[in-house]
């Protein structure tokens, strides 16, 4: 999977090349956004997890920025905002919603249009009122997934790196065990 990804990224000469892209140079060109390390990986794909899902705009150039500062795999980072899409986009939110208003104590919005109808007409809240409520478990629910998502997803590619270091090491030395 690892080799796939590797081919299908661009090379920093292809990025320094880009027109586009030129004026980064100086930052792009660290071989430690390149390399395709435990750490950088691991760090690059929690970087892009939690800009991902904390952020619903500009997700790629933050994260992007986060990797060049704290040296973690530039690509990693980059895809892993993919995380949040449209298919996935109101699901993360709503259960962020959720969590947050459960975490504050917050009264949660009613969930069938009906109740949606007598909440909005028939209580003496005005709008802004309701985007604010919205607003305070939202962020605390995303803060609070955006960061334990992102701890686990460095956890998680810690160990299957790990993993597959042992079993390759393990093959190679039965390899020469047969041989001897």
Do not use: C
């Not at 690892?2 to 090349?17: A, I, N, V, W, Y």
């Not at 660290?30 to 619903?56: C, D, H, M, T």
């Not at 629910?141 to 997803?153: C, D, P, Q, R």
């Amino acid at each position: 999977m690892f080799e796939r990804l590797r081919r299908l990224m661009p090379t920093p000469q292809q990025l320094h090349d880009s027109r586009w892209l030129r004026w980064l140079g100086p930052w792009l060109h660290q071989p430690a956004l390149w390399r395709w390390s435990r750490r950088g990986v691991a760090l690059g794909v929690a970087l892009g997890v939690f800009f991902g899902l904390l952020i619903p705009i500009a997700q790629i150039p933050l994260s992007a920025a986060a990797a060049v500062m704290l040296r973690a795999n530039l690509p990693a980072a980059a895809a892993s905002t993919l995380i949040t899409n449209p298919a996935t986009f109101g699901p993360i939110y709503y259960g962020a919603y959720k969590l947050g208003a459960w975490i504050t104590g917050e009264k949660t919005l009613p969930t069938t249009p009906e109740a949606m109808e007598e909440a909005v007409f028939h209580e003496d809240a005005s709008l802004i009122e309701r985007i604010k409520a919205l607003g305070q478990p939202l962020l605390v629910g995303l803060a609070l997934i955006a960061t334990l998502m992102g701890e686990l997803s460095y956890v998680v590619i810690s160990i299957i790196w790990r993993w597959r270091v042992m079993r390759r090491r393990r093959a190679r030395q039965r390899v020469v065990e047969r041989r001897l």
